[in-house]
């Protein structure tokens, strides 16, 4: 079992930047992929980026690269995503997610979720 929890989300300007926290724990959580999604009211869930633990591999939506960044900190057991330049249409439920799927990017290859943190980015 792994357990999620994100935090950072909130209301930003256009322009401005984010970091999203996602504290992991469970069992041999560090040799998990974890990736952050995001929801916008009435569209399906999607992949925005995500990072293989130990490996280091990561992978992004194209309209966020270069925008944002995932990272880890392995002592803390916490993954971020740094979100610069926000744009409107970044608004949206972001949640975190692990699977043992490597380079997963599709939602039901996710079997842990967090309770998502809302990112709204105003004009």
């Known amino acids: 079992q792994v357990q999620l929890v994100e935090s950072g989300g909130g209301l930003v300007q256009t322009g401005g930047s984010q970091r999203l926290s996602c504290a992991a724990s469970?069992?041999?959580?560090?040799?998990?992929?974890i990736s952050w999604f995001r929801q916008a009211p009435g569209k399906e869930r999607e992949f925005v980026a995500g990072?293989?633990?130990?490996?280091?591999?990561?992978d992004y939506l194209d309209s966020v690269k270069g925008r944002f960044t995932i990272s880890w900190d392995n002592a803390k057991n916490t993954v971020y995503l740094q979100m610069n330049s926000l744009k409107s249409e970044d608004t949206a439920v972001y949640y975190c997610?692990?699977?043992?799927?490597?380079?997963?990017?599709?939602?039901?290859?996710?079997?842990?979720w967090g309770q998502g943190t809302q990112v709204t980015v105003s004009s």
């Open positions: 997610a692990a699977t043992s799927f490597w380079r997963a990017t599709i939602t039901s290859q996710y079997p842990y």
């Open positions: 469970g069992r041999s959580v560090n040799t998990y992929r």
């Open positions: 990072i293989t633990w130990g490996e280091g591999s990561t």
